[in-house]
């Protein structure tokens, strides 16, 4: 038991070490005596400097028109601009300057700027040109204190604080809130300045306003209610005379009238008049109750300044406050009654206390302090890589180095759009996998939207598409990228859902199944139908896939680009035969008559052949794929197919421009004929079509030759890809030779 009640004491004795080590140090501010950087470090009155916040509230002067009104105006947009008016206020009063970087890191933000509010004044903070001053204050820029629950007692006087006032929304607890006769829930976030003093310096500050002369009712009205608190608090006894708070709030946010300036004293409602123990002050422990109805004081203030006449709850257990009476003498004993209660049961409800808050954003005061012969300029600042290289923040500027420029396994991705009405870009760092960055490479078949085997690739969203080979600065990545856009899949799988401007490129035998091109970029449309000849009595199918091909009229070859040679592919056409057009051939009869035929590619055992027929099921004048384009699948009477002549390196092309002989060019195109497979005894090694003729519409002679160049050149790149295999093939196999004969060497 000795020893339990040992280990209980030394617990307690170390709680209230920590607790009073911790209890002074959370944080500090700035006082307004000294400004600027250490380049135009100088010392002033802080009244000329409250006077100047004075004069842009009166004067309803915006305040970010400069710097940063894109900010404003994004701001604007989702709610309100109260954090960018805020922050430039308080550095404009400290005359720091904000640099181009400052702007940029603030701006790229956008409308998430209340989110990461915290971060932004650390990052401001840590700026260079803040070091004078942080020296000057006694500041510790390497601890940035977010002070969830203000706590009035801990805050030094005659200082500069940016505060946050607002509520917590409590779907159980419901409050709302009555202004200009309108019941709404009383839900709301501010930020503004606030500068904490005492009756003394508000006296101060209201003197140093009194030889203007103005007759701007604002101002007068301003001035009215400084004077009321002053008066208000000389009749009280001289200790809240002398220690008590008063706070000047500076709100510099709202655009046009709603800007205000305004004091809360220690008699406001509710008055903190009985538990104000000025021997107590900085006593936080004793003092909880001080703190939470200055917290509430704060923000009743505020309701009441924009014109909020009234507080009260949907299910009734509160009686309705009445904002406009609060500090108003009752006459009739029973009101006075009624209204103490009123008052106290809203002060004593804990969901109340709770919905309110007020926080501060404050940097740690040094502890030790600095001593006086040391140089501001040795101040030691947190890096750039704490605010730079996250998750949502610029990308560091390691290019010249070669450095990462995002921690972690986030991305760089450049140019991002903050403000589709600017044409600032900004380069952000984001998490993989999104829109725009490398996809994810899994092992795993969770996420089986694309695939390259052995390994998955993935994006984080189902309608994210990994698109393989993407040039970006100079090297290919698999980058993710929305569905129906260039390049991707289809929306779905029956071809629907690109972007305006492109087409469903469909090929139902690929892992893809379909992906969204621009036209201009197809040489050969596939379309689903099935393709049948009579064989024996029997229709059979001549298309594996159920596809036929055929030349795309919107086609425009870039002549400064190649080909994009998967669409299709050449395994792709291989399944489905390719319509080349309606010409004309020589019978090879005594008569030689030259004869209409539709000209088609078929593909069997890895050999291309060329087809003429004549369709059975077409309409009789009909021409064109647009008669193959009917109802029911299309059934072709062959009159001959021939062997295509294999490419080689001997016979780089298997078509030429004009007859055999070369002549016509610009009417005959000739096919070169394979003569070991039969057609030597018909005394054919060329096919010579002609693609004009006075009694029949022919098909135009470019489709022939651009969906002709198009097959010759997929196949010129299967035939480089074979002969690349065969050389490493060989090589692999010399090394092998090489490796058992002299391994024992």
Aim: aromatic share 10%; glycine share 6%.
């Amino acid at each position: 038991m000795l020893k339990y009640l040992c280990f209980i004491i030394l617990g307690i004795v170390l709680f209230l070490l920590w607790n009073h080590i911790n209890r002074f140090s959370i944080g500090n501010q700035y006082d307004l005596s000294y400004t600027g950087t250490d380049v135009s470090f100088t010392q002033g009155d802080p009244n000329d400097i409250l006077k100047d916040l004075f004069n842009k509230v009166v004067n309803r002067e915006e305040v970010c028109s400069r710097d940063f009104a894109e900010c404003s105006t994004i701001m604007l947009g989702v709610g309100g601009d109260c954090q960018i008016n805020t922050i430039v206020g308080l550095y404009g009063a400290l005359n720091i300057p904000f640099s181009p970087d400052d702007k940029r890191y603030i701006n790229s933000f956008g409308v998430n700027l209340k989110t990461v509010i915290e971060d932004v004044y650390d990052y401001l903070t840590n700026r260079p040109s803040m070091k004078k001053l942080l020296f000057q204050n006694n500041l510790d820029p390497q601890v940035y204190w977010y002070m969830a629950q203000l706590r009035s007692n801990l805050l030094p006087k005659n200082k500069l604080y940016p505060v946050y006032l607002g509520t917590y929304h409590r779907p159980d607890n419901k409050f709302t809130k009555t202004k200009e006769g309108i019941t709404k829930e009383l839900l709301y976030g501010h930020n503004l300045l606030m500068y904490k003093t005492d009756l003394g310096g508000l006296r101060s500050f209201v003197s140093s306003l009194l030889p203007f002369v103005d007759v701007l009712e604002r101002r007068q009205s301003i001035l009215t209610g400084l004077n009321a608190s002053i008066q208000l608090l000389e009749r009280e006894d001289a200790n809240i005379q002398t220690n008590g708070n008063v706070c000047l709030m500076i709100d510099l946010c709202p655009a046009g009238p709603g800007k205000k300036f305004y004091a809360v004293t220690e008699l406001d409602y509710p008055s903190t008049v009985a538990s104000f123990d000025s021997r107590r002050a900085a006593d936080v422990e004793s003092n909880v109750e001080y703190n939470i109805l200055w917290k509430l004081k704060l923000n009743i203030a505020h309701e009441i300044q924009f014109g909020t006449t009234s507080f009260n709850t949907t299910d009734g257990r509160l009686p309705e406050l009445d904002l406009t009476q609060l500090n108003q003498l009752q006459s009739d004993p029973d009101d006075l009654l009624r209204a103490r209660q009123v008052k106290r049961a809203w002060l004593n409800d804990e969901a109340f206390q709770d919905l309110l808050s007020v926080k501060a954003y404050l940097p740690t005061k040094k502890d030790p302090p600095y001593t006086g012969d040391y140089n501001p300029q040795n101040v030691q600042l947190k890096p750039p890589t704490k605010f730079y290289g996250k998750l949502d923040r610029l990308c560091l500027d390691t290019r010249d180095t070669g450095a990462a420029r995002c921690n972690d396994d986030l991305y760089c991705k450049e140019g991002i759009v903050i403000n589709p009405d600017s044409a600032e870009r900004y380069d952000m760092c984001v998490e993989r996998g999104t829109e725009g960055t490398p996809c994810i490479r899994n092992t795993s078949d969770l996420y089986m939207w694309t695939f390259d085997e052995p390994e998955y690739w993935q994006c984080s969203e189902p309608q994210l598409y990994c698109k393989k080979d993407v040039l970006l600065d100079g090297s290919k990545i698999n980058m993710c990228v929305e569905r129906g856009t260039e390049g991707a899949t289809c929306r779905d799988e029956l071809g629907n859902g690109c972007n305006p401007g492109l087409d469903c490129l469909i090929d139902y035998n690929s892992r893809d199944r379909n992906l969204c091109v621009n036209s201009r970029d197809i040489v050969l449309n596939s379309i689903p139908k099935i393709v049948l000849k009579e064989q024996d009595g029997v229709l059979i199918q001549i298309n594996q896939s159920g596809l036929i091909y055929a030349y795309n009229p919107g086609f425009r070859k870039d002549p400064r680009m190649p080909y994009r040679y998967y669409l299709p592919s050449l395994n792709q056409l291989k399944q489905g035969i390719i319509y080349l057009g309606d010409y004309q051939k020589q019978s090879t009869g005594m008569s030689k008559r030259w004869q209409q035929r539709s000209f088609f590619l078929e593909w069997d055992n890895s050999r291309c052949y060329i087809m003429y027929c004549e369709p059975i099921n077409r309409p009789t004048g009909s021409t064109g794929i647009q008669a193959f384009v009917t109802e029911g699948n299309i059934v072709l009477d062959i009159k001959d197919r021939l062997e295509i002549i294999h490419l080689s390196e001997h016979f780089p092309n298997f078509f030429q421009l004009g007859k055999n002989d070369a002549t016509e060019t610009d009417l005959y195109v000739t096919i070169l004929l394979n003569d070991t497979r039969g057609n030597a005894s018909k005394g054919m090694t060329y096919l010579e079509i002609s693609t004009s003729s006075r009694i029949d519409d022919l098909t135009p002679e470019y489709h022939l030759v651009q969906a002709l160049n198009y097959v010759e050149v997929l196949l010129g790149l299967e035939q480089q890809k074979q002969r690349e295999e065969q050389q490493g093939l060989c090589s692999a196999i010399v090394a092998g030779v090489a490796s058992q004969r002299f391994g024992d060497l």
